[in-house]
């Protein structure tokens, strides 16, 4: 069990994880649903330096984020190599007003995976930016 | 950008769901840190129906999870395909003391990606699970 390859783990700078952020596809945003721990993949974009992702208007995740303190994960983890990348927004959600910022963003943001209209854009202020990686040394 | 492929979206039974965990190797344990939601990717097991891991006994995760509520997902997302499932359990967390169910689940768990100790075993009871898998059909 206990490998050749020594493990190294590394702070990421903010700089750094941004952009293995908005390199980033798929992400896990944190909130809290009713009281209890909540967390729910979806696809997202860097847009001026903020998260943003679509929702459905009427689903809980909108209720649940609007102008709430979220986290929001993003990680490339290599489970065979046992080494990768995660990084860690904190920061203030909210639903964007329409207007014209949020047809700006709108028009950046990728197709949800799920069915079904979504009609709301998400912005998390990427207030506080953290990320690890681990890497690997030849043993 | 509307895609050919057509998306469906089913939400997984708590057998499926299990399973699919059960399989993973990597998930993100999903608690709360100084008041603020926060995420961490962890290598874990599924032992006695209990997602398991290991954390270092002076970590901020060892102080954070113990008898807390919290949350853990695994996911296998294909960012191009544009589909993939997520299995989230909500279940208390708690820290084994030292004893023979400590011997048990240790022996059983994967070695921590991160350098450095690792002395305490974490178990969130599996009492809330839940799934989606979005699928796409040919178009």
Redesign the interface.
């Known amino acids: 069990?206990?490998?050749a390859a020594?493990?190294?783990?590394a702070e990421l700078g903010r700089t750094e994880a941004l952009e293995l952020l908005t390199a980033a596809?798929?992400g896990?945003v944190?909130?809290?649903d009713m009281a209890?721990?909540?967390?729910?993949?979806v696809?997202f974009a860097v847009c001026r330096g903020d998260v943003v992702f679509r929702v459905a208007a009427e689903s809980r995740l909108a209720t649940a984020l609007d102008k709430a303190?979220?986290?929001f994960?993003a990680?490339d983890?290599d489970?065979c190599g046992?080494?990768?990348w995660?990084v860690?927004v904190?920061g203030l959600a909210e639903l964007v007003e329409p207007g014209d910022e949020f047809d700006y963003l709108a028009a950046r943001l990728?197709?949800p995976?799920?069915?079904g209209p979504h009609e709301c854009v998400v912005r998390i202020r990427t207030e506080l930016v953290t990320g690890?990686r681990?890497t690997r040394l030849a043993g």
Do not use: Y
């Not at 209890?36 to 993949?41: C, F, G, H, M």
């Open positions: 069990m206990s490998g020594q493990a190294v783990m596809r798929v896990r944190v909130f809290t209890l721990p909540a967390v729910r993949p696809n303190v979220v986290a994960e990680d983890l489970a046992r080494a990768g995660s860690v904190t990728p197709e995976w799920a069915p690890r681990i």
